[in-house]
């Protein structure tokens, strides 16, 4: 259950950017971890790039810094507008992440951050199976999102973020094994990594060159 806090961080910029801000200093500062889980990827400029549920543009941002070609993606249309305000450089498409208006094989790297917590087990699903039908073989997908603390101490604060911000979904991506959803979707997990406290969880998976078989 989320307070009136959560509708105001969608509402107001300002508010959203604040809260982004104050959690992003425990990892060095919101442009670290906006770039966390993308940053060390071997990627030419010229790679085609999604910027998975944008937002309001603020991992975008980041992500037009290193590479020419940037889609951003959201259902919502306010975000989006603001999103295209932040970041005009880039190139925004209204949908939903778990039927995106994309070809087949159009993306060599698409990055989620903080959204997949947002998504029920159904929509991560569809999510994941979508993520993998529109990157092209040996393409990335670098996400980051909550994970259990294996320190004590963080989970008062996560319990508290919960309830002032975020839904049950947020809960229930506690409950499963990411990285294991990701093996089961065929993607090759290259990387996983811990930080808060093992509070967050940054992955890193590629689609095979060639297919796996069944």
């Not at 009136?4 to 200093?25: C, E, G, K, M, N």
């Not at 889980?37 to 790039?49: E, G, T």
């Not at 929509?123 to 994941?128: G, P, V």
């Amino acid at each position: 259950m989320a307070t009136f806090l959560r509708t105001w961080s969608y509402q107001y910029p300002w508010l959203y950017d604040a809260i982004s801000a104050l959690a992003a200093i425990a990892v060095g500062g919101s442009d670290r971890l906006h770039r966390l889980a993308w940053q060390d990827l071997d990627l030419p400029r010229s790679a085609v790039v999604l910027d998975l549920c944008c937002a309001h543009g603020v991992v975008t941002k980041a992500l037009t810094q290193a590479f020419d070609q940037v889609i951003g993606l959201d259902a919502s249309p306010q975000a989006i507008a603001r999103a295209r305000k932040r970041v005009p450089q880039a190139t925004y498409v209204e949908a939903f992440a778990e039927q995106m208006p994309f070809a087949d094989a159009t993306f060599d790297l698409v990055h989620i951050s903080m959204a997949l917590h947002e998504m029920t087990p159904q929509q991560r699903r569809a999510i994941l199976a979508e993520v993998w039908r529109v990157l092209k073989p040996g393409g990335w997908f670098a996400l980051i999102d909550f994970h259990p603390p294996e320190v004590p101490l963080f989970w008062p604060g996560m319990a508290l973020f919960f309830w002032l911000f975020e839904t049950e979904t947020a809960w229930q991506l506690l409950q499963i094994d990411l990285p294991q959803q990701l093996k089961e979707n065929k993607f090759l997990l290259e990387r996983k990594a811990y930080v808060l406290g093992r509070s967050l969880q940054v992955l890193q998976a590629r689609k095979p060159l060639s297919p796996i078989a069944d």
